[in-house]
């Protein structure tokens, strides 16, 4: 796997605040992660860090193998940061082609105005000013940009914060479709669906670590235990059933926490006990997340 980017053994600390304690971190070529932690976990941090907009309070990061800070390191890095300001008094299009203006000379070259405005939605706006846009579409002209330089590493913080279901859909397809014309992507995101949907590997921050560094089935499996739902009307005697960590109501019938789901199933049906519908299913990533961050927390 070619190196990306990496962080080696980062402490960052804010005065006594340590936002970051020990992170070690690689960024494949071709790689789509997913960054995911509660508010102040330090995933911003970690992303200002790999983009050399703060150094380290300790340990090394590399960027495309030489130092973030060199604005060369940077040539083939795009990025989204939570919040933009925008010109207010610019059209769309002078935005593009301004930032753009700046990887006429980048080794890939620029991604001309129009391409970029149909690939992320922005074609009808191309002559608004910035200052007379939704929040949805400054937030989808920002993450544009990160894109207009064909940069090899993508760094996006919080992409979809503000936009509603149907923009928050299409930027993931952009983003989708960018990933597989070859473009790596870091994104975080407090929406767990996001990560579900696009990532295929993903980091859990909890208080300046990482606390999972996985496949997205991995992490998912790193929460023990299943859930086999059902209908019954004896939902007591089922709970007292070996193995049986907790139920839950769950619409008209109910859920059943286990470590494991066959040997429960295996003891339901040797119990006689009524039961219809029966369904299993495994953790969501909400739960591994909570598992995961509460976990570290303790
Ligand atoms: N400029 C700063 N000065 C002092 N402390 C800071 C600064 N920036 C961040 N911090 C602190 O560092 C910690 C990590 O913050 P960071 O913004 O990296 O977290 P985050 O995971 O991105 O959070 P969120 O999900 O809320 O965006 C927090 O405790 C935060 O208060």
């Known amino acids: ?168 859909r299409a930027l993931w397809e952009a983003i989708r479709r960018q990933h597989d014309a070859g473009a790596t992507i870091v994104v975080t995101s407090h929406y767990l669906e996001e990560i579900e949907a696009l990532a295929k590997r993903v980091v859990v921050i909890s208080e300046g670590r990482v606390v999972a560094d996985d496949t997205l089935a991995a992490v998912l499996a790193r929460v023990g235990s299943r859930w086999v739902r059902l209908s019954t009307p004896d939902p007591d005697r089922i709970a007292t059933l070996p193995g049986v960590a907790a139920s839950v109501p769950d619409g008209d019938g109910v859920a059943f926490s286990v470590h494991d789901s066959d040997a429960f199933v295996r003891a339901l049906v040797a119990s006689g006990l009524p039961f219809s519908q029966l369904q299993v299913r495994g953790a969501t990533l909400e739960e591994a997340f909570l598992a995961l961050t509460e976990r570290s927390a303790a």
């Open 1 to 168: 796997m070619t190196s990306l980017a990496t962080a080696t053994g980062v402490t960052h600390r804010y005065g006594d605040v340590v936002a970051l304690h020990d992170v070690d971190l690689e960024i494949g070529e071709a790689e789509l992660v997913g960054m995911l932690g509660p508010n102040g976990a330090g995933k911003s941090t970690l992303l200002a860090l790999l983009q050399g907009l703060r150094h380290p309070t300790a340990g090394t990061v590399r960027l495309f193998g030489g130092d973030p800070r060199d604005a060369a390191s940077r040539l083939r890095l795009g990025s989204t940061p939570q919040e933009t300001a925008l010109p207010p008094t610019l059209r769309v299009g002078e935005v593009i082609d301004f930032v753009g203006g700046h990887f006429v000379d980048a080794p890939a070259g620029r991604v001309p105005t129009a391409e970029l405005a149909e690939e992320f939605g922005l074609t009808e706006l191309l002559r608004r000013q910035t200052g007379a846009l939704s929040g949805g579409q400054r937030r989808r002209l920002s993450v544009a940009l990160a894109f207009v330089g064909r940069p090899q590493l993508v760094l996006l913080d919080e992409p979809t914060t503000g936009l509603d279901v149907d923009g928050r």
